[in-house]
């Protein structure tokens, strides 16, 4: 069998052949590297992609860990609301004997906690990008003070 392959489909059936070997343990750092001596692959161009693969690791683990924020964030707002609301109607109905006032309460509160709870299960797009730069913002700089807070009381 005399083929030749185009440099897309010999990364898909090496993406098959590896998935199907890793079934079977992993891969040290000496397997990877001659993996990608058979391959012809420079030790350069390896490390220059496992540098690369690490950074893309690590921004998934920060968008992972916004998402999680979002999601305690978005579930002490609902928290919030059912007790705030629960004792706004409970109060509505003991002072008044029906569900008046509360009701606009509940229903214009409930709008912005179901348009927040929209946003969160929307995770690409312009508005998600911006609060995640807000939020790796503020983490950095909590993460700075910190370590200058640290310092100076050591001293």
């Known amino acids: 069998m005399n083929r030749s392959y185009r440099q897309e489909e010999v990364q898909q059936i090496l993406q098959i052949a590896i998935a199907h070997q890793a079934s079977e343990g992993e891969f040290s750092s000496q ?5 990608a001596a058979e391959l012809d692959i420079p030790v350069e161009t390896l490390e220059a992609a496992e540098q690369e693969w690490c950074s893309q690791q690590g921004k998934l683990q920060k968008r992972q860990e916004f998402n999680a924020f979002r999601r305690h964030k978005l579930q002490r707002q609902w928290g919030k609301y059912v007790i705030v ?3 706004l109607v409970l109060l509505n109905l ?3 004997g029906a569900f008046s006032w509360a009701f606009y309460i509940t229903l214009f509160w ?3 906690l179901g348009l927040n709870t929209w946003n969160l299960f929307q995770p690409q797009g312009e508005h998600y ?9 503020r983490t950095q700089l909590r993460s700075l003070a910190d370590r200058f807070m640290s310092r100076w009381l050591s001293v």
């Open 129 to 137: 990008e911006k609060a995640f730069q807000r939020w790796h913002r």
């Open 85 to 87: 609301n629960f004792f």
């Open 110 to 112: 409930g709008l912005g």
């Open 31 to 35: 397997q990877l590297l001659e993996i």
């Open 94 to 96: 003991v002072s008044s």
